[in-house]
């Protein structure tokens, strides 16, 4: 976990990865010092690789008003200036590149999620129509989308192409296709949400049509030294939906379409969850998809610990591990695994804090544990 990897042209520090992490906390989509602080504690505390959030390739394709956008030139700079600073920092910086579709208009979590109305809306923030693979509702009282047309799917498909494009004039050294949780292009994969009897429904590689159609226009504009990534749902929340078999087939076609790693979740359509949930649930499907599509992957969910994370990596289920609220937690995750993983070692902090901090651990090893609120202790031990 801690060794460099390389994919394509781009070499991560260590295998330590940022999960997107939808912060609702923009307007018009537009990046500032919010985002330049929330994203780059996580350069400062040591991860390899950190990918903003879900990024709006259209403004109707946003989940929230709050959301990140990369569908206008203006919104170029401010990433540009998030990107400079997590490569100064060591780290390499990712976007994930998103449409929400039946799951656009939402309210922020905190103001209560679910669609945003004209009674609930915040001033200014009003609800917008919303498209899918089909006229089926995310979810009882929400509203019901427009079913996609070929013709329109074509401009979606340019919007993803031309947010891929300002992603390279921001820096990045990465995308990530967002086709989990939900979102438009799960739309499409699942059975739950797609009835289209075209040729973008139906059987399996109908349903893959439109999200493969998307990765091969993406990978065609971004450089061949930079990777594609894509996150799926390796399974749906309900039984009756994609199964593990159907994952391991779309990596497969993604493979063979220059992707060069599927980042495993899980869920997102009808919010339930009828699979096991524990520490590192999905890291199962992780593992069954880098060894039956012979692609790299990349896992997350519920991985909370240094020793946990180590052993994704060294016993070959992925060959990355993200986080998401761990990483709120202790933006300072990477480093601290690192000490933790190399008995006590400070070399992975910011040369600002590293060298500090270890002369300190010698200190606090001389004086032992702290014991408790006792009166301020004046005698260093022999
Ligand atoms: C605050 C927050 C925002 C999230 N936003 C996104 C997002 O933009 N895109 C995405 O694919 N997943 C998003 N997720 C899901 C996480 O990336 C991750 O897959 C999930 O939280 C499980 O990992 P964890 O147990 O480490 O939190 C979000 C999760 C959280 C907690």
């Excluded at 669609?115 to 509203?143: D, K, Y």
């Excluded at 901090?357 to 606090?364: E, H, K, V, W």
Aim: with cysteine; hydrophobic share 45%; charged share 20%.
């Amino acid at each position: 976990m801690l060794q460099p990897l390389t994919v394509r042209g781009l070499t991560l520090r260590n295998r330590l990865v940022v999960a997107p992490m939808c912060q609702y906390s923009v307007t018009d989509g537009l990046v500032g010092d919010y985002h330049l602080v929330h994203l780059g504690r996580f350069a400062l505390g040591g991860f390899g690789l950190v990918v903003v959030e879900a990024t709006g390739v259209t403004a109707d394709g946003r989940i929230s008003h709050g959301d990140v956008g990369l569908w206008s030139d203006e919104q170029i700079p401010g990433l540009a200036r998030i990107v400079d600073f997590l490569h100064a920092q060591g780290a390499a910086a990712g976007i994930q590149l998103a449409h929400a579709g039946a799951k656009a208009s939402s309210r922020r979590p905190w103001d209560g999620g679910g669609p945003v109305t004209p009674e609930n809306a915040r001033p200014g923030e009003e609800p917008w129509p919303t498209v899918s693979a089909s006229e089926v509702p995310v979810g009882p009282g929400w509203p019901t989308p427009h079913a996609l047309t070929v013709e329109e799917l074509a401009g979606i498909r340019e919007a993803f192409v031309a947010a891929a494009r300002r992603s390279l004039g921001a820096g990045f050294d990465l995308v990530e296709l967002h086709a989990a949780h939900g979102y438009l292009l799960h739309q499409f994969l699942s059975p739950l949400t797609n009835r289209r009897t075209d040729a973008y429904g139906g059987s399996l590689e109908g349903r893959m049509r439109f999200p493969l159609e998307v990765a091969d226009a993406v990978r065609a504009v971004w450089p061949a030294d930079k990777p594609l990534f894509v996150r799926v749902s390796a399974v749906d929340g309900s039984r009756e939906g994609i199964t593990i078999e159907d994952t391991v087939a779309f990596a497969r076609e993604l493979k063979a379409r220059g992707v060069d790693a599927v980042d495993v979740s899980g869920g997102g359509i009808g919010g339930g969850w009828e699979h096991p949930l524990g520490y590192g649930y999905q890291v199962p499907f992780a593992a069954a998809i880098r060894a039956e599509a012979d692609l790299p992957t990349m896992a997350v969910g519920l991985i909370v610990d240094a020793r946990q994370a180590e052993a994704i990596v060294a016993d070959g289920s992925a060959d990355l591990v993200a986080l998401a609220r761990e990483a709120q937690d202790d933006p300072n995750f990477a480093v601290h695994a690192a000490r933790a993983l190399t008995e006590g070692s400070c070399e992975t902090y910011p040369v600002q804090a590293g060298p500090r901090l270890a002369s300190r651990s010698t200190l606090l090893g001389t004086l032992g544990p702290w014991t408790g609120p006792a009166p301020v202790q004046v005698e260093q031990p022999a």
